[in-house]
């Protein structure tokens, strides 16, 4: 088995695939290796269904308008020249994508443009309410044609490595099939492994969203930022007895979905003008309060006033998985939920995806680029991840070339075991419990409960064998979220209204 490749990218999501793939497509020469921790298909990417947001034609939108609502969205935290970049190189991405064989759905010749929440325009490309998925799998068969990739499944990494110059040098990669440990050597590191939805209580994130590299990068000194930041999509269907829940697309919303409380009433155009199409943490901040105030549980989309054709027709897969779900969408109010949805911060990196590591990359999800400030605005994430594929592989194609693979320095090969003891498995979901109540009510006593938590897990954990995967997954979720409450501490600090300020 290969262990040695000129760059590592761990991550097969769009961010990881579509590097790899433009890395090769410029200089076929190089060895890329891409690893995934579950199955390829396993990601985030997959379940996105809205689509990807883009300035195509001037004429009917303009660059201004997407950057205006993305830095609206962003409550002005965005990093404007960010902004400005990826905005003005939207139309390029998408023209990328197509070439790998993406098909954005058409009217009479023309792109379909899908409204969403915040968006000031229609501008939203998608594949039917599957863009996902459907960008994926092309993505997963253009990897196919390059002999340059080598595709790692089943792996997790579960240590960055450093050469004997202090850079990053290659990974500690765990085979959960083969239940081995490996040490690969790489001259470049590029970390896309992803969110970290799984930390809450309710996520409609993939398994796979456990914020691992962030952690990791952590360890080897990176910069991390803006982590919490955490963006709650407001309409998650509520099922009972689940935490990873399915999405209602904001697309519902944009084809004019009303958010309903049990009394029937459209309660959002008391907080805000825009009611359904404000952004998604007005609309979350709002359901909170409105919960709290009539002390029911749920609030409901409702879609009975839009033609059951036009549902079938535009939503196919979101009208399935509610009818699986046991409520049909066209027929009756759909329980909603607000849920965890989005890591805005993440590995710190500048335009180039680099890092404050030498030879250590982040991309997509998991990278803090500075373009979603405290709220990234709908269907700009797909976008950000093939935005940034040009520069990135640019940098890493001048630098690589100047690179020698060194020797790494002697790690111990600990032989994982992937028996999940009761105390982490417990410990999981009250962590993820109290971390969620913080989330929602901000409010002081679930702070101090949330310190209290982590340190006394911290302690805990010092008897615990490391050699067990969960044990290490653990020590993961408590760095995340100590990094998370440091920085909401320092917010604080710095500003006297942060609480009132913030929406979540
Ligand atoms: C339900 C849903 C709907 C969405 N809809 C949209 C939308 O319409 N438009 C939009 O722009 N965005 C949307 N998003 C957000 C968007 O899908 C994600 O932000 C984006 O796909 C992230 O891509 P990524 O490549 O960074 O990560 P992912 O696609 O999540 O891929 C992460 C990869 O990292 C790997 N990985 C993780 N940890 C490890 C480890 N320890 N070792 C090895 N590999 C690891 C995983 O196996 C996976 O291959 C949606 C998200 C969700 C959850």
Not at 266 to 292: N, P
Not at 319 to 337: A, H
């Amino acid at each position: 088995m290969k262990t040695k490749f000129d760059i590592l990218i761990v991550g097969a999501g769009i961010a990881g695939l579509s590097q790899a793939i433009v890395l090769a497509e410029k200089d076929n020469s190089l060895s890329i290796g891409v690893v995934s921790k579950s199955k390829l298909q396993e990601t985030n990417t997959r379940l996105a269904q809205g689509g990807i947001a883009a300035v195509m034609s001037t004429q009917s939108d303009s660059y201004l308008a997407h950057i205006e609502d993305t830095l609206n969205a962003s409550q002005h935290k965005a990093n404007k020249e960010v902004v400005n970049y990826v905005v003005e190189h939207a139309h390029e991405g998408i023209h990328q994508l197509e070439n790998w064989g993406v098909q954005f759905d058409h009217i009479q010749n023309q792109y379909h443009y899908g409204l969403e929440g915040g968006h000031s325009q229609a501008r939203v490309l998608h594949v039917k309410d599957q863009t996902g998925a459907a960008v994926h799998d092309q993505l997963i068969s253009q990897i196919k044609n390059h002999d340059s990739i080598s595709v790692i499944e089943y792996s997790e990494i579960v240590e960055l490595l450093l050469n004997n110059n202090g850079e990053v040098g290659g990974a500690l990669i765990y085979n959960h099939k083969d239940k081995t440990t490996l040490q690969y050597s790489a001259k470049i590191v590029v970390m896309a492994t992803g969110g970290m939805g799984q930390l809450f209580q309710y996520t409609t994130n993939s398994a796979i969203a456990t914020g691992d590299g962030i952690a990791l990068a952590n360890h080897i000194g990176a910069e991390i930022c803006n982590l919490h930041s955490i963006q709650f999509h407001p309409t998650a269907f509520r099922e009972a007895g689940k935490s990873q829940l399915f999405l209602i697309s904001e697309a519902v919303r944009g084809a004019g979905a009303h958010i309903i409380n049990k009394k029937g009433e459209r309660f959002l155009f008391a907080y805000d003008i825009r009611g359904e199409l404000a952004t998604r943490d007005v609309i979350s901040a709002a359901i909170y309060q409105e919960l709290k105030t009539s002390g029911e549980e749920e609030v409901y989309l409702d879609c009975r006033h839009i033609p059951k054709e036009e549902l079938a027709h535009e939503f196919p897969y979101i009208l399935e998985n509610c009818l699986k779900g046991g409520f049909d969408l066209s027929f009756q109010p759909v329980p909603i939920t607000p849920a965890a949805h989005y890591s805005c911060g993440g590995i710190q990196v500048n335009m180039n995806g680099e890092s404050n590591v030498p030879n250590f990359y982040a991309i997509g999800e998991c990278a803090n680029t500075g373009l979603h400030g405290n709220n990234r605005l709908a269907s700009n994430s797909l976008l950000e991840a093939i935005v940034f594929t040009q520069n990135v592989a640019n940098n890493i194609l001048e630098k690589v070339k100047q690179k020698e693979f060194k020797s790494i320095l002697p790690e111990e090969l600990i032989e994982f075991s992937n028996d999940e003891p009761d105390f982490c498995k417990a410990e999981t979901n009250v962590l993820k419990t109290v971390l969620t109540a913080y989330f929602i009510s901000k409010s002081e006593n679930d702070k101090v409960e949330l310190l209290e938590m982590v340190s006394y897990f911290n302690q805990q954990l010092k008897n615990i064998d490391s050699s067990e995967l969960s044990v290490l997954h653990f020590r993961w979720k408590l760095t995340l979220v100590d990094l998370l409450l440091k920085e909401e501490l320092n917010l604080e600090k710095n500003t006297d209204n942060f609480i009132l300020n913030k929406s979540i």
